[in-house]
Each structure stands twice: as structure tokens, then as C-alpha cells.
DNA sequence: GATACGTGGCA
DNA sequence: TTGCCAAGTAT
């Protein structure tokens, strides 16, 4: 493995004339060895790692599937409760396979973007009919099977299979920023020298690999974090090149999710009535107020009436349901709007 | 590459 | 209160 210590981005710090002296050579020299940052942080990890299920030596790779497409976007503190009910009802891709996909997407709950249930229960029909059941172990294997994507398949192939994979999501893409490249921030877009910078900085034994990703993973999610970090209790902070630099600030802004007003929040209240509906909705309920309509719709009247509250103008109502239907997270019967069956 | 896609907690 | 952010994927 080509031992680049990230010398290359310290000198290149080092070198720009609106670097502050503190990422001249001299500070930058504190900088550990790629063996050395193993070590620290791998040692970090043992000690401050928390305790989560799917990390559990008794948890299979289904498990580690489904907490992986759960975490996506999801604080492990919302996806908790929801991955052990999950594993409790569906504890074998097969047993979820068999039920119908609104099943799935009832079960998700209030974890937003619910079409990844969709494509959860998708990847259990798939490991079914192409995997004889079995969650498969291979990234490219892995890639194929619906919402999995680049991160996800690396992640399921080296934290349930243990292979050396090239881990990289935000957590890991915001620590490498810092400890090599001296930026506040990753860039906007995952880039290509990116994922080259991550297969370098990995170990080369499996075992190691894992750690290691999991390592810098948590570092991330607890101390490294988007917000006021906490560089006092990182065990890498002597070799962190933004720390070097002076903690420049991040050199854009991200753009922030807009939310109130937007097709997503109409979309989001119209499948927070599905989820409680335990028949077909008229789609007459969602386009006027239950009061207008001279009767109170059972057991859906509290996520109707947040709808209702949005005051969406018609069209936008309308663009969210065929945006739902589109996306195979409704659909339509005789009798009125449903969970996909 | 940019955009759409949920939800809720925290500063 | 507003805006940011959380183990991304698909188009």
C-alpha cells in the first residue's frame, strides 16, 4: 500500500501562502503514521463504541441490511425501536417477503422516506428468488439489490461479512476532511479522490479494515461532528490537519432542505393517514375537510386533519398523490386510496 | 452533477 | 422560530 501519510495534503496546506502558521511543517509534524492512527483510533473505538443490535456478534446480515437501509438519513436513536420490532416480526428476509409490500411500509413508522421500505421489502423478494433466502456477501452482488447503493453495499459486505471494503458515508467522508485535508467540510459530492484518499487510509487486513471503518465511522457520528465538534475528546486531534490549520470555516454553505410549503410535507401527511387507515381512504377525504363532509372518517381524523391544516392548493395535492401512486407507495382501488397490497 | 425524497430534534 | 442535520439512493 502506497504509505502516503497525508503528507501530500499537509505539504500541500503547508505550501498555499493563506495557510496560517499553524499548518506550517513544524505544527503539521505532530501528524501520526497511517499504523499509528489505526492504532489510536481502533483503541478509541473499543472504549467508546456504543452498544448497538446490529453490531451485536449474534446479529445476522439481514439484520445489518435492514439497520443499513434504516440509518440512511436516520438518527440511530429513531431507528432503534423500529429495527428490533422489525427483526422481531420479519427475522428472515423470507418472512418478509411473503407479506405485502404496505406491510413494510406500515412498519416503518414515522422514519421518513418511506419508499425505503418499499425497496427494503423489494431487496427481500430479490435475496429470495436470486440468494435462496440469504442476505448475499458481495459488494457487486449486494449493489444489485434494490436501495442498496455504493455505501450501503460496502457497508453490509464488511460489517456482516467482514470484508475489507472502502467505507464511505458522511461520517467517514467529514473525519477524512478534517484529519487529512484540513477542510471544515467534505465537498459537496462524493469525488473520486476522495474514495482514493479512503482506500488508502484502509488496512490492509480484513479484520483491521473493519475496525477501522467502523472506527472512523463512530468517530463521526460522536466527536467529529457537523456541528461544534468535540476536538478535546478526539484521540486523533495532534494529527488533525483542519486543527493544524486553525479550524479554517467551510469554504461554502450547504444548502439547506426546504420543507414548509413543499410537495414532501403534502406527500408526507398524506401517507401519515395511510399508515393509520385500516381501509381504502376516498379520495374525496383528502381533498376536503372532514367537517364539509359532514362526518368524522374513522380512525384516521388526526393525521387527516394535519393534512388538512397544510391548506395545500389543489394541484399540489394532486402532484403529491400521483407522486405516491407513481412511486408505488399508494395505490388506487375502487373502494379508495391504500398501502400498496 | 443536481434534484427529489420524510421526519424530528436541537441550537 | 428558523435552519441545520442525520450510516444515501435513484433518476
Known amino acids: ?82 429495527w428490533t420490532e422489525w427483526l422481531r416480526r420479519w427475522p428472515e428476509p423470507a418472512d418478509l417477503a411473503r407479506e405485502p409490500a404496505g406491510e413494510a411500509v406500515r412498519a416503518w413508522g414515522r422514519l421518513g422516506y418511506p419508499r425505503r421500505a418499499l425497496r427494503l421489502h423489494a431487496a427481500a423478494v430479490a435475496i429470495c428468488s436470486d440468494h435462496g433466502g440469504e442476505v448475499p456477501g ?17 457497508a453490509v459486505a464488511a460489517f456482516a461479512f467482514g470484508r475489507r471494503e472502502t467505507v464511505v458515508d458522511t461520517n467517514i467522508r467529514r473525519v477524512h476532511a478534517r484529519l487529512f485535508s484540513g477542510s471544515a467540510l467534505p465537498s ?76 414532501r410535507q403534502v406527500r408526507g401527511a398524506v401517507m401519515a393517514v395511510l399508515r393509520v387507515a385500516e381501509s381504502p381512504v376516498a379520495p374525496e377525504l383528502f381533498q376536503r375537510a372532514p367537517a364539509d363532509l ?23 395535492l394532486e402532484r403529491a398523490l400521483a407522486g405516491l401512486l407513481g412511486d408505488g407507495l399508494a395505490e388506487l382501488q375502487p373502494a379508495g386510496l391504500q398501502l400498496p397490497a
Open 294 to 316: 359532514g362526518f368524522e372518517p374513522a380512525g384516521i381524523g388526526i393525521p387527516l386533519a394535519a393534512l388538512h391544516r397544510l391548506n395545500a392548493p389543489p394541484e399540489q
Open 1 to 82: 500500500m502506497a504509505l502516503i501519510y497525508y503528507a501530500e495534503s499537509i505539504k500541500a496546506l503547508a505550501d498555499s501562502p493563506t495557510v496560517p502558521a499553524a499548518a506550517r511543517p513544524e505544527a503539521a509534524s505532530a501528524a501520526l503514521p497511517l499504523p499509528a492512527l489505526h492504532e489510536a483510533l481502533t483503541n478509541w473505538f473499543e472504549s467508546n463504541a456504543r452498544e448497538l443490535p446490529w453490531r451485536a456478534t449474534e446479529c445476522t446480515p439481514w439484520g445489518v441490511l435492514v439497520s443499513e437501509i434504516m440509518l440512511q438519513q436516520t438518527p440511530v436513536v429513531r431507528v432503534l425501536p423500529v
Open 188 to 263: 459537496q459530492s462524493l469525488t473520486a479522490a476522495e474514495m482514493r484518499l479512503a482506500a488508502q487510509a484502509l488496512p490492509d487486513g480484513a479484520g483491521s479494515s473493519v475496525r477501522w471503518n467502523a472506527s472512523v465511522m463512530e468517530l463521526g457520528a460522536l466527536v467529529c461532528t457537523a456541528r461544534s465538534p468535540k476536538c478535546r475528546q478526539c484521540p486523533v486531534s495532534g494529527s488533525c490537519a483542519w486543527l493544524a490549520a486553525g479550524e479554517p470555516p467551510p469554504t461554502y454553505t450547504p444548502k439547506g432542505q426546504s420543507w414548509h410549503g413543499t410537495d
Open 138 to 154: 458481495t459488494h457487486p452482488e449486494l449493489l444489485e439489490l434494490p436501495g442498496v447503493g455504493s455505501y450501503t453495499a460496502a
